[in-house]
């Protein structure tokens, strides 16, 4: 049901505003996986990725007329959000899929051997 819902909206927005409690963001990268731009907070553990690839758009915390301006922007342009959407199926695909997580868990396991 869950992938019916991020296939379901056009942009995908996660205004976090603590970092003790919202650190690394998963709920964004299953929306980039299915293709949706997302908006973010800059406290974010993956904003940096995002903004480097063009997945989506980073705000900064707590000013939420560049959280609107953000998603406003996404919005009004189909083409831009297109782009942001498979910019973002890449990065969740490419760096953070659960291969990717296993293999490099195995990479640090082999290490300590």
Known sequence: KLIEYYNG???FALPSTDPRREGFGIVPLEAMACERPVVVTE???MAGDINECGAGMVARCNDKE???SSM???LKDDDLAGRMGAEGRKLAIGKYSWRRAAEQIERVYRELL
Do not use: H, N, Q, R
Request: positive net charge; aromatic residues 0%.
């Open 9 to 11: 909206c056009k942009l």
């Open 43 to 45: 406290i974010m553990g």
């Open 66 to 68: 560049a959280l609107a």
């Open 72 to 74: 406003l922007a996404i």
